[in-house]
């Protein structure tokens, strides 16, 4: 499954780059492919400030100590549970193909994977590190203090979020 990452990034690259004139692709580029990855398979449905909230608890990731301190390797971490490998974010586990089927989905993604990576923005999740659907009911959300919904994901607060 680590292949998957690589393929999947390397092909978003290589159409990119020969969409801007073969241009050479930077690791800038590959943080903003990973983060508009991520926006788009947790939140394309949840509108801007939904998408941006997932990029703000990504960002924050990023600049915690207890997380790796780049947005492909904060999107792409796994954690064993038991006898089985599961990402941080569902999609880089879940056995489908991680390429984006939604054009307009997919460039709003990448827009605002832009506002994530360069700009200082707010969407009322402050230090955040987690969040899930409210579809599910996690057992590790008992020990955090709920601070937010937006659209379909609820964000928390555990003592971590406030060490870096």
């Known amino acids: 499954m680590p292949y998957l990452r690589t393929i999947v990034i390397s092909a ?13 692709v930077s690791s800038v580029d590959e943080e ?14 949840e509108g ?12 924050n990731r990023v600049r ?16 064993r549970r038991g006898s089985r490998m599961i990402g ?13 089927r939604e054009s307009a989905a997919w460039h709003r993604a990448v827009e ?6 360069f700009q200082d923005f707010e969407t009322g999740v402050g230090p955040a590190l987690h969040y899930h659907a409210d579809y599910v009911s ?15 994901h609820i964000f928390y607060l555990s003592d971590q979020s406030f060490r870096s």
């Open 12 to 24: 978003l690259l290589a159409a990119a780059s020969a969409a801007s004139a073969q241009k050479p």
């Open 32 to 45: 903003i492919v990973c983060i508009a990855l991520n926006l788009y398979h947790e939140a394309r449905n």
């Open 48 to 59: 801007d400030l939904g998408m941006l909230a997932v990029g703000q608890v990504t960002r």
């Open 64 to 79: 915690h100590s207890a997380y790796p301190n780049t947005y492909c390797e904060v999107v792409f971490q796994k954690a």
């Open 88 to 100: 941080q974010f569902s999609w880089t586990t879940d056995g489908k193909p991680g390429i984006p």
């Open 112 to 117: 605002l994977a832009m506002v994530v990576h």
């Open 138 to 152: 996690p057992s590790w959300a008992r020990s955090m203090r709920k601070i937010r919904k937006i659209g379909r």
